[in-house]
DNA sequence: CCCGGAACTA
DNA sequence: TAGTTCCGGG
């Protein structure tokens, strides 16, 4: 459900319903802690701290308390609260900051932004840590969200939450966040700080932070000319019709998994709620689009991020990124970020610090598990000692038995080596043009027996740090899909096939692919709409979904679906219209 | 302290 | 859906 605006800016409920005054709906955490955040009255409570997003609860029993009255739950306490917290691991709105007591840390990256990218989060109260490390040198000069001069008192109506930017940007913002993800939900992260400081993916971002939203506001929906100070500033959209935007409607199709876990949305949102296909409607005009793609590009670049996001977006130019060492890097814009590139495929293959190099190459990504998998490893054990109702019995079965017993049956999800080496560590992923090829392969050859080189096939999926791609063994044998003519290969495509190189997940590609263009097919039928949503299915769910959003762009930039992708995109743009929400 | 499953609730 | 409650385990 989404919120109507009257400025045809769509805002999620999540987002919406954020207020924070007593009297007002159901307050979700993260929002509450957001807000005592931003008030200096309880910097004893809570306050930020270290890198951007990360805050320390001081007096855990006062902000039970606190959070504990807002919600009318006098009997609230750390525990619970903490509990409540935890549970936003597997959302990523949070992760926990390994070390530190009582901290944890906001994933901006995929959470706030990925909705408010035009918001100030730094400007007002005690919005965001300003001690956040420098930008690194090259990154900061290049692109940056325009700082937002204070908005104090927007009405909804006049603070448009700014959707159509928002998704746009935060689909992007989400893709140069790439790479730091972890959330650290396994506990296995180490990467908490690798990811702050290796990616540096939340630098740009320090503008732009949340502070407040909407009504209450934490955040401030981003309104104001630009900021001429700064360079590649983008400017704010305009928000109005434009069927013929040459972008899609909603930032899914390149959305990461992090967003794209809800089912229902196919973009992972703190709430389902912000399903940009669905509900989000917005659209922008082609010039600040690929003012925005063009800043994001940038700042993709410079951030040492992957520029897969726009790969989607095949009709655009993109601009160099300015690497000092390596001369201008390839142009994605004509050769199409449909094809292979040459350079790229051989990209591939290399060790991760090379990957990150060439993170430029629009055709590597990393597999990782989607989160949550975790439940199904439950699967075959349902039961759960039903003692007297519910109340403190003997809840638990013994877990001697119920560990060993159905662990050694199946091998449990909490694949953690698997999954970390695929998540945390880059594992690359061929190109384009290898999985053209190897779907084309796979037609003939139903079942690659090579796939999956280390241990065999993968356990369940499982957890997936990663906010960008989500590769997830197959659980179910390939459905049936009909080989359709659009998945036909282009042949004709320029591929390389880099030797031998990167077998793995092989029938998880091509499963993917074949997925997407299944899903391709059916919502250009007109089917487009929400999936149901739940974690269990997540996992599945994520994995088409992602692949298909997301994932896709690097898989079918194929000429023919391309074409179709286009299509469908106008359709999509034309659907959407400018309804307001919040 | 932290984690996360499970049942339950509004 | 977004926690809340309870709890075993690390």
Redesign the pocket.
Known sequence: MKTQGDAGFTLPD?ACKTESSPGSR?????H?ILELLRKEEYQDVITWQGDYGEFVIKD?EEMARL??AR?C?P?????????????????RILH?T?G????YKFNFNKLVLVNYPFVDMGAAGRGIPQSAPPVPSGAGTHFRFPLVPPVEALSPSEAPCSPSSASTLGALSRRMARGSVSD????TSVHSELEEGGVGDERGFRAVLPSRLPHDPFLRVYGPPPNPSLPRTIQPPRVHPEPLSPFPVSPHPGLSPALSLTP?SHLYT????LSPLMGSRFSFSPEDMQRYLQAHTQSVYNYHLSPRAFLHYSSLLIPQPQRRDKGPGPMLGDRGLTGPHPVLSQAHGRSTQAAEDSHLFPFEFKLQAPPLG??QR?GH????P?TN????G???VP??SNSASSMDRLPKIKVEHISDVESEEEVEVTDISEEEKEAEKERDLPSSPDAQPSGGPTPQPYEDDSDEDVFKTPVTPPSPLPSHSSLRPLSSAPTERPAGGSTKCIPLKLRFKRRWSEDQRLEADGAGVGEA???KVRAEKGKGDWQRRGGCGLQSPAPPSQRRASAELQRATAQLSLGGDC
């Open positions: 999540w159901q307050v979700q955490l993260w509450f855990p959070w504990g919600k739950k009997q609230m306490n750390y525990d619970k609260l903490s509990r409540a917290l935890r549970y936003y691991y597997n959302k926990k390994k530190k007591r009582f901290t650290c939900s396994d506990g229902s703190p709430s389902p709620s975790r439940k439950e054990t349902p039961h759960r039903a109702g519910m109340g403190p003997p809840r638990p877990g001697s949503d739940d974690k």
